[in-house]
């Protein structure tokens, strides 16, 4: 079992940064990989970015990649998502989430997940 608290997640005007942090318990982090999905409002669960559990391989969504950067630290259980040149689009409840077996894009895939944290970019 692994618990994910999600946090970071705040009102930012267009062109800002903001760094998420997803804080895991209760297993081996460093033998999950891990990643970050959002909800916008209105809209589906979608993927953002993944980082292997060896912290060699990234992979990140179309609409980010340039823009965010997703890290971890084990030694602290932590997983990252630094995000850069923010866009109203980018508005949503952002979602840490982690699979010892699955890296990639599919969210049904993933075993466990945060609680989610509320991104909001302001025009």
């Known amino acids: 079992q692994v618990q994910l608290v999600d946090s970071g997640g705040g009102l930012v005007k267009a062109g800002g940064s903001l760094r998420l942090s997803c804080a895991a318990s209760?297993?081996?982090?460093?033998?999950?990989?891990m990643g970050w999905f959002r909800q916008p409002p209105g809209k589906e669960r979608e993927f953002v970015a993944a980082?292997?559990?060896?912290?060699?391989?990234?992979i990140y969504a179309d609409s980010v990649k340039g823009r965010f950067t997703i890290s971890r630290d084990n030694a602290k259980n932590t997983v990252y998502l630094q995000m850069n040149s923010l866009k109203p689009e980018d508005t949503a409840v952002y979602y840490c989430?982690?699979?010892?077996?699955?890296?990639?894009?599919?969210?049904?895939?993933?075993?466990?997940w945060g609680q989610g944290t509320q991104v909001t970019v302001s025009t």
């Open positions: 989430t982690g699979s010892r077996s699955h890296f990639g894009e599919i969210a049904q895939r993933y075993d466990y």
């Open positions: 209760g297993s081996t982090f460093s033998a999950y990989n």
């Open positions: 980082i292997s559990w060896s912290d060699r391989s990234t």
